[in-house]
């Protein structure tokens, strides 16, 4: 019969090669060489007393040998504790609180617009979205983030995944207009609500970054905002860009009428799908948006099924233990008058 039928919830070795120290007694047992009577090593006076004393008192060669079975269960004992036993415990299934988002960020001509300023230093639209965005990502531990972009067209660039690092580069390699010019609105909600179709379940959040009105795509925002509705896909619009400005080669600020933003439209997508619209004019304003997106209420599902396995090395241990002190006990018992 084997162990596991005898221990249902056995688990095996951590350490099985200890086990293989258990024929070590027998073996030297067998090897080495008894010892032989060489005689006494010391002459002394009384030494015939001491040898009548000796031969007087069988006790004492019982306590040395009385109880070898013991010696040998407690050597057993201590190997199979050596080799530590495990069992399983109770299966938890932990629940995983993950939010899974899809970020869909404007590629468009007017992402170019250096009208942001980060720190000392007036940057385009785009650079300043990319280093907020990329510290929203760096937050994101446990959670899945898909990006697209669009432009003339909408395109992915990374599914939902929790591989975030992916994601942060691929963010980073993005460039203004390398998707076209124009903006397409429409058709950047269309996407994302196609790829949210395919998460398991529990809520569908798309945050749309843009700088612009629709100009371009086959779907009208509208339209892409109640199917995000009907298919149960809440939408966050984020309308991004200050007045527009520019710097001279003389080092005067003028105006490049970039600051034509939907505003109104973007906050009816936004009302549409019970989501929220934002307006952020300078760096921090973003920042503080994404700050108040990551309070959304996060999706708890039910995590991988575990079995712990527990260490019952103590259990031989103490039966080792145990053995010892009843064969002292024992042998003092049987060396007694």
Known sequence: MSLAALWP????????????ALPLPWLLRALLAPVRDAGP???????????????????????????????????????????????????????QTSRELMMAVDLSASMGERDMWMGQQL?????????????????????RVGLLVFGRGAYVLAPATADLD??????????????????????????GVKRLQAQRGGERVLVLLTDGVNTAGVLDPMK????ARDEGVRIHTIAFGGEG?????????????????????????????????????????????????????????PGEALRPRLERYPWPLALALLAGLLAAGLSLRRAGP
Request: hydrophobic fraction near 50%.
């Open 9 to 20: 919830t056995f688990a095996g070795f951590a350490w099985p090669w200890a086990l293989l």
């Open 41 to 95: 090593a010391l002459r002394v006076p009384w030494g015939a007393r001491l040898a009548e004393v000796a031969a007087a008192a069988p006790g004492a060669r019982a306590a040395l040998c009385g109880q070898p079975w013991l010696a040998w269960l407690g050597w057993c004992l201590l190997c199979l504790a050596a080799a530590r036993p495990l069992a399983w415990g109770e299966a938890v299934q932990p629940p």
């Open 123 to 143: 940057v385009d639209r785009l650079t300043a979205a990319k280093a907020v965005i990329a510290d929203f990502l760096d937050r994101r531990e446990g959670d």
């Open 166 to 191: 992916t994601v942060r580069t691929q963010l980073l390699a993005t460039e203004v207009a390398m998707v076209g010019r124009e903006t397409s609105i429409g058709d950047a909600i269309g996407l």
């Open 224 to 227: 892409a905002a109640e199917i």
């Open 245 to 301: 400005e520019d710097l001279s080669v003389f080092g005067f600020r003028l105006p490049s009428g970039g600051s034509d933003i939907d505003e109104e439209g973007l906050a009816a997508i936004a009302g549409m799908t019970g989501g929220r619209s934002f307006r952020a004019r300078d760096v921090d304003a973003l920042a503080g948006i994404y700050a108040e997106i990551d309070r959304i209420e996060p999706v708890e599902a």
